[in-house]
């Protein structure tokens, strides 16, 4: 059970004088809320703080950067504007709403976030912050759905950030460039270059954010060892020969008297008195 703040009693609203105010502990909740969890879970250092990017919420911008410092910058700027709305989407995101995947006809319910049209998803955000590259197959709307997004962000006057990974840069071959929309980007954002800070993400980090070492050490504890091998037994046992069985020879039947022709019957073998049941003998 989750303890109760001390200041609002849990109520999420404090009074000062004669006003309510929003508690701190309801706006933790609401800016966590807010962030997907791989930036929730991300590792902010003090040298994200100090990087020129995060003076830039009212630009557009295209940041390099490796994911595990993508992440952090995207978890302290949300932290450092706590009144502003930011939202996290992706290119890939983009194309489905741009297809309508996401509206309420092709769900049928409430369930999850609902956007009828890109103008749901693109128009509310103060600073919107769009993953490159996520998009992991070739689609033929996409490169249109994210021009589109673009710049109806811009036509409105509303900062765009774009993220493209240090490791995997959104370029020529990505499922979402087209020239155009390359074009608009070099001629409207200013390209930001970050250094990398935090190492990349290796499989134990993964592992554990997901519940997998417990797992993968219970595993090992219930797991028997096996026994080294003795003398007798690392000594390999021969080989074992099948024995070559004799092919089957088809021999030809009592009443063949000669070589057969194509169509089976033999060439010296004399006609049937009989007559043919076409025309002969009726």
Same mark, same amino acid.
């Given at each position: 059970?989750?303890?109760?703040?001390?200041?609002?009693?849990?109520?999420?609203?404090?009074?000062?004088?004669?006003?309510?105010?929003?508690?701190?502990?309801?706006?933790?909740? /609401?800016?966590?809320?807010?962030?997907?969890?791989?930036?929730?879970?991300?590792?902010?250092?003090?040298?994200?703080?100090?990087?020129?990017?995060?003076?830039?919420?009212?630009?557009?911008?295209?940041?390099?950067?490796?994911?595990?410092?993508?992440?952090?910058?995207?978890?302290?700027?949300?932290?450092?504007?706590?009144?502003?709305?930011?939202?996290?989407?992706?290119?890939?995101?983009?194309?489905?709403?741009?297809?309508?995947?996401?509206?309420?006809?092709?769900?049928?319910?409430?369930?999850?976030?609902?956007?009828?049209?890109?103008?749901?998803?693109?128009?509310?955000?103060?600073?919107?912050?769009?993953?490159?590259?996520?998009?992991?197959?070739?689609?033929?709307?996409?490169?249109?759905?994210?021009?589109?997004?673009?710049?109806?962000?811009?036509?409105?006057?509303?900062?765009?950030?774009?993220?493209?990974?240090?490791?995997?840069?959104?370029?020529?071959?990505?499922?979402?460039?087209?020239?155009?929309?390359?074009?608009?980007?070099?001629?409207?954002?200013?390209?930001?270059?970050?250094? /990398?800070?935090?190492?990349?993400?290796?499989?134990?980090?993964?592992?554990?954010?997901?519940?997998?070492?417990?797992?993968?050490?219970?595993?090992?504890?219930?797991?028997?060892?096996?026994?080294?091998?003795?003398?007798?037994?690392?000594?390999?046992?021969?080989?074992?020969?099948?024995?070559?069985?004799?092919?089957?020879?088809?021999?030809?039947?009592?009443?063949?008297?000669?070589?057969?022709?194509?169509?089976?019957?033999?060439?010296?073998?004399?006609?049937?008195?009989?007559?043919?049941?076409?025309?002969?003998? /009726?």
């Amino acid at each position: 059970m989750a303890a109760t703040c001390r200041t609002c009693s849990g109520s999420g609203v404090v009074e000062i004088g004669e006003r309510m105010i929003e508690c701190e502990c309801a706006l933790v909740r /609401r800016m966590a809320a807010s962030m997907p969890a791989y930036v929730r879970r991300a590792d902010v250092r003090k040298e994200h703080l100090d990087l020129p990017i995060m003076g830039m919420t009212r630009r557009n911008a295209l940041v390099v950067a490796s994911w595990q410092d993508m992440k952090a910058v995207v978890k302290a700027v949300i932290i450092a504007n706590q009144r502003m709305f930011i939202k996290v989407t992706s290119d890939r995101e983009i194309r489905d709403v741009y297809v309508g995947s996401k509206s309420r006809a092709a769900r049928g319910d409430d369930e999850g976030q609902i956007y009828n049209s890109l103008e749901d998803l693109m128009d509310p955000p103060a600073l919107m912050v769009v993953r490159m590259n996520e998009l992991s197959y070739k689609n033929k709307a996409a490169p249109g759905a994210l021009e589109e997004a673009i710049c109806y962000r811009m036509d409105r006057e509303k900062p765009t950030w774009l993220f493209s990974d240090l490791d995997k840069p959104f370029s020529l071959g990505s499922h979402a460039w087209s020239e155009s929309v390359a074009e608009v980007i070099r001629s409207n954002f200013v390209t930001v270059r970050l250094a /990398r800070i935090l190492p990349p993400a290796s499989f134990d980090q993964e592992a554990e954010s997901v519940g997998l070492t417990g797992v993968t050490s219970a595993q090992s504890r219930d797991t028997p060892t096996a026994e080294p091998a003795t003398a007798a037994e690392s000594i390999p046992e021969p080989e074992r020969v099948e024995p070559v069985r004799p092919k089957k020879v088809i021999r030809p039947s009592e009443d063949d008297e000669g070589p057969l022709s194509k169509y089976g019957a033999g060439l010296s073998k004399k006609p049937s008195s009989k007559g043919s049941s076409f025309g002969r003998g /009726r």
